[in-house]
């Protein structure tokens, strides 16, 4: 006779409140599906209408593709970091990005736990051994921010190496954007109860339910670990040079236009078009300094 596994529960605290999640049932909790969207102080009351979606991401795609002629026809090179909770959105907003892009030459890097030799090298060795080549784009699915923010919470570094980190990173980046590479970091900010929302899609939904990882479980308890990591991560890694572009991805739609246009018209391509391209949503894209206050 088989035994149903125990259930997954777990005591959260959720706007000041003490909650019990249990990623196993079913039914999601009223709390969180009344308050996913507005969670982490969202700006807006709904999700932006797909059929304007599709419509306003078809125009910056083919801006996109007139950036990879431009890239490949001067031997300019693109690099952008995506950072974020677990279930922000980092995977989707790749994806929006590269859809219609030559893979030959556009890139996304998503790297596994470190082999035992990688993780006896430099720290920024295995990730500098991906950095584009002429004419290529690459798109990091995390990066070594891992170190920032992942690592330190789930005791994956020493309390030496995460301080040794922060320290070295802006000498690293200030490489980086010196040798001539086009250079972004987003980090994609939810709230939590979109983040519980979406970790419980996953749970019950058979064709994203490999999202779900052991770590997700893990960190459902730290919120506020993670939390006073990314601050202190944009405090001490944010530059003129490599500065950090905040997104507020409750709503994805929203999220991957405005990436995608911070993306292009940070970049003076052949055959621009400003009409095309459109203006950020600054209450969905914050800088640092802004997000922090």
Not at 143 to 157: D, K, L
Not at 166 to 193: A, C, N, S, T, Y
Request: charged share 30%; net charge neutral; with cysteine.
């Amino acid at each position: 006779m088989n035994q149903k596994s125990p259930s997954r529960s777990v005591n959260l605290s959720v706007g000041g409140k003490d909650r019990i999640f249990d990623i196993d049932d079913p039914k999601l909790p009223d709390w969180i599906d009344d308050h996913a969207l507005a969670s982490g102080g969202f700006p807006y009351d709904e999700k932006m209408d797909k059929d304007k979606y599709e419509k306003h991401l078809e125009r910056l795609q083919v801006e996109l593709v007139k950036v990879q002629y431009w890239l490949q026809a001067t031997g300019k090179r693109m690099m952008a970091l995506f950072e974020g909770r677990d279930a922000a959105g980092k995977g989707g907003t790749i994806f929006s990005i590269r859809s219609y892009l030559n893979p030959r030459s556009a890139r996304v890097v998503a790297l596994t736990k470190p082999t035992e030799t990688e993780a006896g090298q430099w720290y920024f060795q295995r990730y500098v051994t991906h950095f584009p080549t002429a004419g290529e784009t690459v798109l990091f699915d995390r990066s070594w921010y891992n170190r920032a923010v992942v690592e330190p919470v789930m005791g994956f570094c020493t309390p030496g190496q995460y301080e040794a980190f922060l320290k070295g990173v802006p000498r690293l980046e200030q490489m980086i954007v010196d040798d001539g590479i086009h250079f972004f970091k987003f980090w994609l900010d939810i709230g939590q109860e979109m983040q519980l929302k979406r970790f419980h899609d996953r749970r019950h939904d058979p064709l994203k339910i490999w999202k779900l990882s052991p770590m997700d479980i893990a960190a459902l308890t730290k919120w506020q670990d993670y939390t006073a990591k990314r601050d202190r991560m944009l405090q001490e890694t944010d530059s003129d040079l490599a500065p950090w572009t905040v997104v507020l991805a409750n709503d994805k739609r929203r999220a991957h236009l405005n990436v995608i246009r911070q993306l292009l018209l940070s970049l003076d391509y052949e055959g621009k078009d400003m009409d095309a391209i459109g203006e950020i949503d600054d209450k969905i894209l914050r800088s640092a300094t802004k997000f922090l206050k």
